[in-house]
């Protein structure tokens, strides 16, 4: 339970749909999320790369990995918070992200921090 207490890094999402760079009759849906990522536990982490999984309605799933987050790596002190909006395109109107970021704390720790699954949706196509 202790290290628990010690890396504990929590991740949340908010979504949005962008309609203007969006075609549907192309299959293109674009969509908005802003991460919010907090060091909840007592040892400064950093953030050095990411891991994602983005599946749309038709279970065409994407990968995606790479360092850190928008060109950076953050040092989260406890208690602190980053946050950052990127975006990805869908070929449906509606599917999930999910996946981890890869931390190492500063006493050399290197973890994952999960990302819990998220929906993007066009508005109004999910009841």
Same mark, same amino acid.
């Not at 203007?20 to 950093?46: C, L, W």
């Not at 990995?65 to 395109?89: C, D, K, N, W």
């Given at each position: 339970?202790? *290290?628990?207490?010690?890396?504990? =890094? !929590?991740?949340?999402?908010?979504?949005?749909?962008?309609?203007? %760079?969006?075609? +549907?009759?192309?299959?293109?849906?674009?969509?908005?999320?802003?991460?919010?990522?907090?060091?909840?536990? *007592?040892?400064?982490?950093?953030? =050095? !790369?990411?891991?994602?999984?983005?599946?749309?309605?038709?279970? %065409?799933?994407? +990968?995606?990995?790479?360092?850190?987050?928008?060109?950076?790596?953050?040092?989260?002190?406890?208690?602190?918070?980053?946050?950052?909006?990127?975006?990805?395109?869908?070929?449906?109107?509606?599917?999930?992200?999910?996946?981890?970021?890869?931390?190492?704390?500063?006493?050399?720790?290197?973890?994952?921090?999960?990302?819990?699954?998220?929906?993007?949706?066009?508005?109004?196509?999910?009841?």
């Amino acid at each position: 339970m202790e *290290s628990a207490k010690k890396y504990d =890094i !929590s991740v949340s999402a908010q979504t949005q749909f962008i309609a203007d %760079q969006s075609d +549907e009759a192309k299959h293109r849906f674009v969509f908005s999320y802003t991460v919010t990522i907090r060091n909840s536990g *007592s040892m400064p982490a950093q953030l =050095i !790369s990411r891991h994602w999984i983005i599946t749309d309605s038709h279970n %065409q799933v994407q +990968e995606v990995r790479g360092l850190g987050v928008i060109g950076a790596q953050p040092l989260l002190m406890p208690g602190e918070h980053f946050e950052y909006t990127s975006g990805t395109a869908l070929a449906t109107p509606v599917g999930t992200m999910s996946g981890s970021y890869q931390m190492v704390a500063e006493d050399g720790t290197q973890f994952d921090a999960p990302i819990p699954e998220f929906t993007l949706s066009v508005p109004r196509v999910l009841h």
